[in-house]
Nanobody, 121 residues
Framework: QVQLVESGGGLVQAGASLRLSCAASGRTFSTYDMGWFRQAPGKEREFVAA????????HYRDSVKGRFTIFIDNARNTVYLLMNSLKPEDTAIYYC??????????????WGRGTQVTVSS
């Protein structure tokens, strides 16, 4: 049974940092892209960041470039999203996902249940 389990969300002030984790299990992910999406209230789910399992192709949505970093620890089967300089507009539920490149909502085969990130001004 494939599982993606997120953790690390919380309530922080603007300018703070958070580290999200996604523990992946149940299959081999070496042929997948792994990524993070987010969904704010009343908005569609959007791409945030993704990378190949071997870590050689990190890419980000424009609004998080320079602030967020995706990192995949193959030994621990864990995907991280390091988020710095958080802004109120980063507030959303963050989802871990695995799928075929290029990673989009419609190309993801597996999803986690999400973790809430709230950034106060």
């Amino acid at each position: 049974q494939v599982q993606l389990v997120e953790s690390g969300g919380g309530l922080v002030q603007a300018g703070a940092s958070l580290r999200l984790s996604c523990a992946a299990s149940g299959r081999t992910f070496s042929t997948y892209d792994m990524g993070w999406f987010r969904q704010a209230p009343g908005k569609e789910r959007e791409f945030v960041a993704a990378d190949r399992w071997n870590g050689d192709n990190p890419h980000y949505r424009d609004s998080v470039k320079g602030r967020f970093t995706i990192f995949i620890d193959n030994a621990r089967n864990t995907v991280y999203l390091l988020m710095n300089s958080l802004k109120p507009e980063d507030t959303a539920i963050y989802y871990c996902a695995a799928g075929r490149a290029p990673l989009r909502v419609e190309s993801c085969d597996y999803w986690g249940r999400g973790t809430q990130v709230t950034v106060s001004s």
